[in-house]
């Protein structure tokens, strides 16, 4: 079976029209997201699999509700709404890339509140109240955060983690780790970072 035709049965008996195109008039994303934390699920719409986020679209004629691939949003050009305007499919694309990065913080002060709880350890709450207000780390939390979080064996993902490296003091910082604990962190640096990092003196880890 097609993709087409994949599309068509999933969302026109859910419809009042009988065409793709009057069917797709229909249905808007809602605004909720949900966050899997592994990439398993499958896109209502057109069966895509292996989906860590799900995006709703109900339609607004039968109520129905599908869970969602953000792509199928943006191929279809479904209907996306920033405080109840109709935003343009260009800015759509940034909007539910925005949601991703919420659900990815969110993701992240999940992981960070676990590893408090499980430490009393006033650093590890410091990290993680910096990074609820600044939603970074900086080098020195994060060389601390992903060695506690290997240690514990806490689900988390070092690239949801974005790295404070723009002040000095932080890429005097970078500069002063070892480099055996740079590699710990280099998952959550920027392509940007990695570059400063070299030049700091820290060659990238091996591959492999």
């Known amino acids: 079976m097609d ?9 026109l008996p859910l419809s009042v029209g009988g065409t793709l195109p009057a069917a797709f008039a229909e249905w808007s994303f809602t605004g909720i997201t ?3 934390e592994q990439a398993t699920e499958i896109c209502d719409l057109c069966g895509k699999r ?3 986020y799900h995006f709703q679209i109900a339609n607004g004629l039968t109520g129905a509700e599908l869970w969602v691939g953000s792509h199928c949003i943006l191929q279809f050009e479904l209907p996306v709404f920033d405080g109840g305007r109709q935003i343009a499919p260009a800015e759509a694309r940034a909007h539910l890339q925005a949601h991703v990065r919420r659900m990815q913080i969110e993701y992240c002060i999940k992981a960070l509140s676990i590893l408090a709880d499980r430490e ?3 650093i590890l709450r410091g990290a993680l109240d910096y ?5 970074k780390l900086t080098p020195r939390y994060a060389d601390v955060v992903f060695w506690r979080l290997q240690r514990h064996r806490i689900e988390h993902q070092p690239s949801f983690f974005a790295i404070e490296l723009r002040e000095r003091r932080h890429i005097d910082a970078l500069r002063d780790l070892p480099t055996s604990r740079v590699h710990r962190l280099w998952g ?3 392509s940007a970072q990695r ?5 700091l003196g820290h060659p990238a880890p091996r591959q492999g």
């Not at 993709?3 to 969302?11: E, T």
């Not at 990074?131 to 939603?135: N, Q, S, T």
């Open 188 to 190: 959550a640096l920027t």
């Open 195 to 199: 570059r400063k990092a070299v030049e």
């Open 3 to 11: 993709y087409k035709q994949v599309v068509r049965d999933s969302l």
């Open 50 to 52: 292996d989906l860590r």
């Open 120 to 122: 009393d350890s006033n």
């Open 34 to 36: 949900h966050d899997h």
């Open 131 to 135: 990074y609820a207000r600044k939603k």
